[in-house]
C-alpha cells in the first residue's frame, strides 16, 4: 500500500526492496484507491488468497 504509486515503482525498479530486487524491472498493470487504509488492507489480502489470485487470474491474466 502507498499513496505515491510512482515512488514506489521507483522504488522497487532501482533494486531498494530486498524481496523484489532479483524480479526486475517491475510493471505496473493494475491499481485500486480505497477511502481508508483498513479497507484497502483488507482488499490486499484478498488479493493474496486462494481466492484472490484466481479473480487476478481471470481479470488481469496474471
Do not use: C
Not at 499513496?3 to 526486475?24: C, E, M, P, W, Y
Not at 485500486?32 to 483488507?42: I, K, P
Amino acid at each position: 500500500m502507498t499513496q505515491n504509486i510512482d515512488q514506489r515503482l521507483q522504488s522497487h525498479n532501482k533494486g531498494q526492496v530486498q524481496s523484489t530486487k532479483a524480479f526486475q524491472p517491475w510493471e505496473l498493470l493494475y491499481t485500486e484507491q480505497y477511502e481508508t487504509r483498513t479497507l484497502a488492507r483488507e482488499r490486499e489480502k484478498y488479493l493474496k488468497s486462494a481466492a484472490g489470485r484466481r479473480w487476478r487470474k481471470n481479470n488481469l491474466g496474471m
